[in-house]
């Protein structure tokens, strides 16, 4: 690659890790985001594990999502103590490499105009990179190991070579076991693929090669293979119930993903919540000063973008770029489509940003080719300026997620009150921690590297010996939202009433609010009748 041609992607990535690297701070650990770690941190609860000897190999963290995260993190949280850094820049590096890979492949797909534009306008991609950085969904193996396996079985096109098509099936092995909902994925490229280079794909066909595929993919998904064996369709009978339900809804998700508004009321407040915090720093204040110059800016302009790349995809006719251009559409509305009708998929900025970065395919093969038709020297800047106009819009959005990060503070779902509670919890020392509401356990347990002991419990009024085993009981304490916040609404009124038909109360111990002061956690415990 000539050194001209290294400065864009090595940019872009730049701007990509410096950028993720402001916004890793701001926001606490979230249930999801750590979700991975269970089994480093509560050995032996694996969701599925196989036996070995007499150790249990973690294998499954759920029916849907394998180990493979908990693997590459178990070796880093040893020599890397989790923190915001240590669970945030790995997945923002990892973000950054399928930037690298996507270079790779739009340079063999439409040549290196191409390859400029697509990389510039996913680079700055407000949900690529919040989804990197916060990888809750997770995303960001899935996105990492499909871009390999395709920039592979592109090489292995080129050259034959059988070592690069195993490697090409392992990866997209190792995907499926990372998530299963690579199936979309999996799936967008079959059909792609063989719609669009079926001479290419059956020149290579044998059954040597076929059987290599055949292993290499066996090999990467093996733990996947095996939960399935063990527990016969439970991925696919649990995950892959077809239904029309919530088509409006999913398009409306789709729409926010694109044009990047999803995530606003999500992972940060928005202006209306109060009260708001002073920036701190330099940085803080040019955030809030650049958002306050341009006016609030929670859409980009990508809508406009995309309905621009349809009435400029004929210039792409007869041309290198219509077959990869075709492919990313065809993918897109391929696993787009599975996720319309799979029962409660798709109806997340996580599920709809696995399409990512092929929609941008798409959009790049259409805007470059088009240039090509006009003169260079009028061409030329005309495509700068087009790209530049979106790409402005893009980081203009992330600024705006940066600025209210700053002046309104992440979501009770992400809350940065996780720090001043875990402080207390480890200096406490109390005999347990029993959380009642989603998203108060988990993260602790990551967090505090599993030194409190930590437990759950479910709050039913019908079924109250769980919550009654605990109460009254010296060194345990509950931990659950204020009212305002609740994940479930109304758990802690259930389970007063619950201590109340019984003749106990609570004693509330103490309160953790946020960094802009508002009430988030409450720690309480019960005792008889009177005793406050």
């Given at each position: 690659?000539?050194?001209?041609?290294?400065?864009?992607p090595?940019?872009?990535?730049l701007?990509f890790?410096l950028?993720g690297?402001?916004?890793?701070p701001?926001?606490?650990f979230?249930?999801d985001?750590?979700?991975?770690?269970?089994?480093?941190?509560?050995?032996?609860?694996?969701?599925?594990?196989?036996?070995i000897?007499?150790r249990?190999?973690p294998?499954?963290?759920?029916?849907?999502l394998?180990?493979l995260?908990?693997?590459?993190?178990?070796p880093?949280f040893?020599?890397?103590?989790?923190?915001?850094y240590?669970?945030?820049?790995?997945?923002?590096?990892?973000g950054?490499?399928s930037?690298v890979?996507f270079?790779?492949?739009?340079r063999?797909a439409?040549?290196?105009?191409?390859?400029?534009?697509?990389?510039v306008l996913?680079?700055?991609?407000?949900m690529?990179?919040?989804?990197?950085?916060?990888?809750w969904g997770?995303?960001?193996?899935?996105h990492l190991?499909?871009l390999?396996?395709i920039?592979?079985?592109?090489?292995?096109?080129?050259?034959?070579?059988?070592?690069?098509?195993?490697?090409?099936?392992?990866?997209?092995?190792?995907?499926?076991w990372?998530?299963a909902?690579?199936?979309?994925?999996?799936?967008?490229?079959?059909v792609?693929?063989?719609?669009?280079?079926?001479?290419?794909?059956?020149r290579?066909?044998?059954?040597?090669n076929?059987?290599i595929a055949?292993?290499?993919f066996?090999?990467?998904?093996?733990?996947?293979?095996?939960?399935?064996?063990?527990?016969?369709?439970s991925?696919?009978g649990e995950?892959?119930?077809?239904?029309t339900?919530?088509?409006?809804?999913?398009?409306?998700?789709?729409?926010?993903?694109v044009n990047s508004?999803?995530?606003?009321?999500?992972i940060v407040?928005?202006?209306?919540?109060?009260?708001?915090?002073?920036?701190?720093t330099a940085?803080?204040?040019?955030?809030?000063?650049?958002?306050?110059?341009?006016?609030?800016?929670?859409k980009?302009?990508?809508?406009?973008a995309?309905?621009?790349?349809?009435?400029?995809?004929?210039?792409?006719w007869?041309?290198?770029?219509?077959?990869?251009m075709?492919?990313?559409l065809?993918?897109?509305?391929t696993?787009?489509?599975?996720?319309l009708l799979?029962?409660?998929?798709?109806?997340?900025v996580?599920h709809?940003?696995?399409?990512?970065?092929?929609?941008?395919?798409?959009?790049?093969l259409?805007?470059?080719?088009?240039?090509?038709?006009p003169?260079?020297?009028?061409?030329?800047?005309?495509l700068?300026?087009?790209?530049?106009?979106?790409?402005?819009?893009?980081?203009l959005?992330?600024?705006?997620?940066?600025?209210?990060?700053?002046?309104?503070?992440?979501?009770?779902v992400?809350?940065n009150?996780?720090?001043?509670?875990?402080?207390?919890l480890?200096?406490?020392?109390?005999?347990?921690?029993?959380?009642i509401?989603?998203?108060?356990?988990?993260?602790?347990?990551v967090?505090?590297?599993?030194?409190?002991?930590?437990?759950?419990?479910t709050?039913e009024?019908?079924?109250?010996?769980?919550?009654?085993?605990?109460?009254?009981?010296?060194?345990?304490?509950?931990?659950?939202?204020?009212?305002?916040?609740?994940?479930?609404p109304?758990?802690?009124?259930?389970l007063?009433?619950?201590?109340?038909?019984?003749?106990?109360?609570?004693?509330l111990?103490?309160t953790f609010?946020?960094e802009?002061?508002?009430p988030?956690?409450?720690l309480?415990?019960?005792?008889?009748?009177?005793n406050q």
């Amino acid at each position: 690659m000539k050194s001209r041609a290294i400065f864009i992607p090595a940019f872009c990535c730049l701007y990509f890790i410096l950028i993720g690297f402001l916004l890793i701070p701001y926001a606490g650990f979230q249930h999801d985001e750590v979700l991975f770690a269970q089994p480093i941190f509560q050995r032996g609860l694996t969701f599925y594990s196989y036996k070995i000897g007499y150790r249990l190999i973690p294998m499954m963290v759920n029916s849907y999502l394998g180990t493979l995260k908990t693997w590459i993190f178990w070796p880093i949280f040893k020599v890397w103590h989790p923190s915001v850094y240590s669970l945030r820049v790995p997945a923002l590096l990892a973000g950054a490499a399928s930037i690298v890979l996507f270079w790779k492949i739009m340079r063999r797909a439409g040549g290196e105009r191409a390859a400029i534009v697509a990389t510039v306008l996913l680079a700055t991609d407000s949900m690529y990179l919040l989804t990197s950085v916060f990888d809750w969904g997770p995303v960001v193996l899935q996105h990492l190991l499909a871009l390999a396996a395709i920039l592979l079985a592109i090489e292995y096109h080129e050259t034959g070579s059988p070592k690069l098509l195993a490697l090409s099936f392992f990866l997209a092995g190792l995907a499926l076991w990372d998530k299963a909902l690579f199936f979309w994925v999996a799936a967008g490229l079959a059909v792609a693929g063989a719609g669009l280079y079926p001479n290419e794909i059956w020149r290579r066909f044998s059954l040597a090669n076929a059987s290599i595929a055949i292993a290499a993919f066996s090999v990467g998904a093996a733990p996947f293979i095996l939960y399935n064996l063990h527990k016969p369709n439970s991925t696919l009978g649990e995950n892959a119930t077809f239904s029309t339900e919530g088509i409006d809804d999913k398009i409306e998700v789709a729409k926010r993903t694109v044009n990047s508004h999803a995530l606003f009321g999500y992972i940060v407040f928005d202006d209306w919540v109060q009260p708001p915090r002073a920036p701190r720093t330099a940085l803080e204040a040019a955030s809030l000063s650049l958002r306050d110059s341009t006016g609030v800016s929670q859409k980009n302009a990508m809508l406009w973008a995309y309905g621009l790349g349809l009435l400029l995809a004929p210039f792409a006719w007869k041309t290198r770029a219509w077959r990869p251009m075709l492919f990313a559409l065809v993918f897109s509305v391929t696993g787009w489509g599975l996720m319309l009708l799979t029962k409660g998929a798709g109806a997340s900025v996580h599920h709809v940003i696995l399409l990512w970065p092929m929609p941008l395919m798409f959009l790049a093969l259409a805007f470059s080719e088009a240039s090509r038709r006009p003169p260079a020297k009028v061409a030329i800047p005309a495509l700068g300026l087009v790209v530049g106009f979106f790409a402005a819009g893009n980081v203009l959005a992330t600024n705006q997620y940066l600025a209210q990060f700053v002046r309104n503070g992440p979501t009770a779902v992400w809350t940065n009150a996780i720090y001043p509670l875990s402080s207390a919890l480890m200096q406490n020392h109390y005999g347990e921690v029993d959380g009642i509401d989603w998203d108060t356990i988990e993260p602790l347990r990551v967090l505090e590297r599993a030194t409190v002991p930590l437990d759950s419990i479910t709050v039913e009024e019908n079924h109250p010996e769980q919550a009654l085993s605990k109460m009254g009981r010296s060194g345990i304490v509950f931990l659950g939202h204020v009212k305002e916040r609740e994940m479930f609404p109304g758990v802690d009124e259930h389970l007063d009433a619950i201590a109340a038909s019984h003749g106990l109360s609570k004693r509330l111990i103490q309160t953790f609010p946020d960094e802009n002061g508002r009430p988030i956690f409450e720690l309480f415990q019960y005792g008889g009748a009177g005793n406050q």
